[in-house]
């Protein structure tokens, strides 16, 4: 009687009938989205016997892919949240910090950001840069008064050596200050 | 196969973050099982009884996140 018993369908993708290169890239298609059908077809261009089992390319996704994919998904979820953490925004309050953490995970992960959550995270996002862009446009204002302040005494000291001399060691100990 | 704890697993890989729904689904069916949504949604009901998840209903989507005491219940 012969006792041999046939391999299973799935020990095929993990044997020799595909190099370690060919199974990373089947790991990759799957991991992209690729269909199982699309997969099959693919495996039949390198030559790989007919897959027949229903369950094949679910167990190789299993021994393969899933441990990727959770690898990545825990990063994208440590990511997201030292990304928010390292923004140190204080005028943010929980729920705020909470939506940007949650958007951010969700994004990082590949995921689709259901409409409103969406909506909510461009608002923090627009609004936090439009803040960043008052204050650089507060200190703009606060330097061309400064410079508008030094033309008109400059204008006042021209043709007095000593208000010059007075007014240029000024200038240089403020420059000296600010750097 | 035991769905409640598969839950928590999945949760507790992205843990204080939250999995949408679909999210979940799509991760336990991958992993072979054979569950619908009212299935998951009455497994998350139940965890949540427990005190293990927390489940937030947004306009867009529902939301699930594992609590101390799931973590607790995996580490056991």
């Known amino acids: 009687m012969n006792n041999e018993r046939k391999p299973r369908a799935d020990s095929i993708l993990d044997g020799d009938a595909l190099s370690d290169a060919q199974r990373d890239e089947l790991r990759d298609k799957l991991l992209a989205g690729a269909s199982h059908s699309d997969c099959k077809e ?32 825990r990063f994208s979820a440590a990511k997201a949240e030292a990304l928010i953490d390292e923004a140190g925004r204080t005028d943010w309050n929980t729920a705020t910090m909470e939506l940007a953490k949650q ?34 446009k507060v200190k703009a204002l606060a330097k061309d008064k400064a410079a508008a302040g030094i033309d008109a005494l400059a204008e006042e000291a021209k ?15 403020i420059r000296k200050k600010k750097s | 196969m035991n769905y409640e704890r598969l839950i928590l697993e ?59 005491d799931g973590l607790a219940r995996l580490a056991e």
């Open chain 1, 42 to 73: 693919w495996l039949r261009t390198l030559g790989v016997p007919e897959i027949k089992g229903k369950d094949t390319l679910t167990r190789f996704w299993r021994r393969h892919c899933l441990p990727v994919r959770e690898s990545n998904r």
């Open chain 1, 103 to 136: 958007a951010s995970f969700e994004i990082l992960d590949g995921q689709q950001l259901d409409p409103k959550m969406a909506l909510s995270f461009l608002k923090i996002v627009l609004k936090a840069d439009a803040q960043e862009t008052d204050k650089t």
């Open chain 1, 159 to 173: 043709g007095n050596y000593e208000a010059e001399a007075a007014l240029a060691a000024y200038v240089k100990a």
């Open chain 2, 10 to 68: 999945a949760l507790q890989l992205v843990h204080p973050r939250m999995l949408t729904e679909s999210v979940l689904l799509s991760d336990l069916r991958i992993m072979g099982a054979k569950i619908s949504l009212t299935d998951l949604r009455a497994h998350t009901a139940r965890l949540e009884t427990k005190s293990q998840v927390t489940v937030v209903t947004g306009e867009d989507a529902t939301r699930i996140k594992i609590t101390p």
